[in-house]
């Protein structure tokens, strides 16, 4: 068994297409967006609410990545069939999700938190994926198909809902640096020197 990775990223850096290759590479799982699905199972909500409790409601934008970024459906998004999710008892199931993908190993955790939950596990390597605000853009606009102010509106939403989220829930700043064991600007590094850089530090 392996040990677990999480990554922290900033939005629109190239971070997912780096922990898919390293949990590729690694003949890891890979965990994303679909921790979400797990969790909502939990808290026997669904996944569509759950998404709009962490990105903290904003619907507006939801509607915009969803037209040029993903498949997801927004009437999920604003369904109200499911029940409230509160600040602890989302805490207390997200906490327990992730001690149980650490326990597993072997997997790559992209977002979530994971950082601050799995802080004190030896077992587990924490990572932050960065880059400037320029190649944020021009890696955004050229996969979404949209222009780099509308990447700079996304970009700059996004991390400040992240902001809120981790101060909210963890009481503390995503990007406090103790957090973490290394941290990569992908504007400097490629994406095969990132994932050679932390599996060198399994």
Request: net charge neutral; proline share 1%.
């Amino acid at each position: 068994m392996g040990k677990a990775v999480t990554i922290s990223k900033d939005y629109g850096c190239g971070a997912v297409e780096v922990a898919r290759r390293l949990a590729k590479d690694l003949g890891y799982e890979y965990i994303d967006k679909s921790i979400v699905v797990d969790l909502a199972k939990k808290m026997k909500t669904s996944a569509g609410k759950m998404t709009t409790y962490e990105d903290g409601v904003s619907l507006g934008l939801f509607k915009f990545i969803d037209k040029f970024m993903t498949q997801a459906k927004v009437q999920n998004i604003l369904s109200d069939d499911f029940g409230y999710v509160d600040d602890a008892g989302y805490r207390l199931a997200l906490e327990g999700l992730m001690k149980d993908l650490a326990d597993q190993g072997s997997v790559v955790i992209v977002g979530r938190g994971g950082q601050c939950i799995l802080e004190d596990r030896a077992d587990v390597i924490r990572t932050r994926l960065i880059a400037p605000l320029e190649f944020k853009k021009d890696f955004l606009s050229s996969k979404a198909s949209i222009t780099k102010d509308e990447a700079e509106t996304i970009i700059n939403a996004k991390e400040e809902e992240k902001k809120r989220y981790h101060e909210k829930m963890f009481n503390r700043y995503h990007n406090d640096p103790t957090l973490y064991h290394v941290t990569i600007n992908l504007g400097l590094v490629s994406q095969a020197a990132t994932c050679a850089i932390i599996k060198d530090l399994l």
